[in-house]
């Protein structure tokens, strides 16, 4: 299957001070990739969807001037937490949609490994 | 308000037997229902998938059921294997194809 990497795997920050995390498709286009949030034992919680280009579309509560996304190419997409603080501090995932990806495939998102965060 | 749920958080099996993981959902926009496994520190791996216009897909061991009209959909494993050991994640996805997932399930399965 495709290969979604994720930088760095595990970061540890000051509060107020900001991280970013890069996500990239190695092996195929990704016209669309999502970043998704984890805190332990809970769900992945969809943050924002990132299409190559344009500006990110942010989910209900999640404050866009906190989580700075950028997709500035077809391979890459990244996260910046910005004056982060210690509830910021969670597992962080991305995701990419192959482009050209039929969606009867059903088997379209390819998830990268995430990223661990911690805000002391 | 949860549009997916699992509603149980864990779940033990003797190696050898049945795991059946169960989910359910509210949002009959859903048009397609995936399962993912995870271990921790690690993002989710894709395991089978089912459309909505179907109410079972076989893949090996994986066989996903869904039934529409209770909203329901199931995972079973047969048979189990200790390596199955992980969080089991459900995901439905609509025409925006956005993902949204359930809360996980714990799934052990003891040698």
């Known amino acids: 299957g495709a290969v979604v990497s994720q930088h760095p795997s595990w970061v540890i920050c000051k509060s107020g001070t900001s991280v970013k995390i890069e996500c990239r498709s190695l092996?195929?286009?990704?016209?669309?990739m999502f970043w998704y949030r984890q805190f332990p034992k809970q769900s992945l919680m969809l943050m924002a969807t990132s299409n190559e280009g344009s500006k990110a579309t942010y989910e209900q509560g999640v404050e866009k001037d906190k989580f700075l996304i950028n997709h500035a190419s077809l391979t890459l997409s990244t996260l910046t937490v910005t004056s982060a603080h210690p509830e910021d501090s969670s597992f962080y995932i991305c995701s990419a949609i192959s482009r050209g990806g039929a969606k009867s495939s059903y088997n379209e998102q390819f998830f990268g490994p995430g990223t661990r965060l911690t805000v002391l | 308000d949860q549009q997916v749920k699992q509603n149980s958080p864990s779940l033990s099996v003797q190696e050898g037997r049945i795991s059946i993981l169960n989910c359910d959902y509210t949002?009959?926009?859903?048009?397609?229902f995936l399962w993912y496994k995870k271990y921790p520190a690690e993002g989710p791996t894709f395991l089978i998938s089912i459309s909505s216009i179907k109410d079972k897909n076989e893949d090996g061991r994986f066989t996903v059921f869904l039934n529409k009209s209770a909203k329901h959909l199931s995972l079973h494993i047969v048979p189990s294997q200790p390596g199955d050991s992980a969080v089991y994640f459900c995901a439905a996805g609509g025409s925006a194809r956005q993902l949204t997932f359930g809360s996980g399930t714990q799934l052990t399965v003891l040698p």
């Open positions: 949002n009959s926009m859903f048009d397609y």
């Open positions: 092996d195929f286009q990704a016209t669309t």
